[in-house]
């Protein structure tokens, strides 16, 4: 399989073995990749909560997005830096994953979500009801995306 021997060598690379070399790395970057998913997520979900109508009142969603795009996307910066330094310490056991591949799947649809559907919501002029299914979608994406990334340890 051509992809196994992509990832059998990407477990040898120099990223792997800077990641399983001394023995504070992974948990160095596995912290900051938390961190960024704090920003991201955390910043998504206040606007999410703006469009729910459960809080912030006192700004429009696109002022609070507005606001917050640069911490959100400085939070999905640290994410996609960080995620591959991790995934190449054990790309093998990680590629086979169920957990890691929900993961997967959900940060995708959730990064797509966020630039398409999400970002026009925010707008003014969306519809009371178009911008709480906004809201609640891509609350429940993300929160897809971080339950998938706490099972990868569990499966």
Same mark, same amino acid.
Request: glycine share 8%; net charge positive; charged share 10%.
């Given at each position: 399989?051509?992809?196994?021997?992509?990832?059998?060598?990407?477990?040898?690379?120099?990223?792997?073995?800077?990641?399983?070399?001394?023995?504070?790395?992974?948990?160095?970057?596995?912290?900051?990749?938390?961190?960024?998913?704090?920003?991201?997520?955390?910043? =998504?979900?206040?606007?999410?909560?703006?469009?729910?109508?459960?809080?912030?009142?006192?700004?429009?969603?696109?002022?609070?997005?507005?606001?917050?795009?640069?911490?959100?996307?400085?939070? =999905?910066?640290?994410?996609?830096?960080?995620?591959?330094?991790?995934?190449s310490a054990d790309a093998?056991?990680?590629?086979?994953?169920?957990?890691?591949?929900?993961?997967? =799947?959900?940060?995708?649809?959730?990064?797509?979500?966020?630039?398409?559907?999400?970002?026009?919501?925010?707008?003014?002029?969306?519809?009371?009801?178009?911008?709480?299914?906004?809201?609640?979608?891509?609350?429940?994406?993300?929160?897809?995306?971080?339950?998938?990334?706490?099972?990868?340890?569990?499966?």
């Open positions: 399989m051509p992809g196994v021997s992509f990832f059998e060598w990407l477990t040898t690379s120099p990223w792997a073995n800077a990641m399983n070399g001394p023995e504070w790395a992974f948990p160095v970057v596995q912290s900051l990749h938390f961190m960024g998913f704090a920003l991201s997520i955390g910043t =998504i979900a206040i606007v999410d909560l703006r469009l729910l109508g459960i809080a912030m009142r006192r700004q429009t969603a696109g002022e609070l997005a507005t606001d917050l795009n640069r911490w959100t996307w400085i939070g =999905i910066a640290v994410m996609l830096i960080t995620g591959p330094l991790m995934f093998v056991r990680y590629h086979y994953n169920p957990s890691f591949q929900f993961k997967m =799947i959900s940060l995708t649809v959730a990064l797509l979500f966020h630039v398409t559907l999400h970002r026009r919501a925010v707008r003014s002029g969306t519809s009371p009801l178009l911008a709480k299914l906004a809201g609640g979608t891509s609350l429940a994406l993300w929160i897809a995306v971080v339950a998938g990334g706490r099972m990868i340890a569990f499966v």
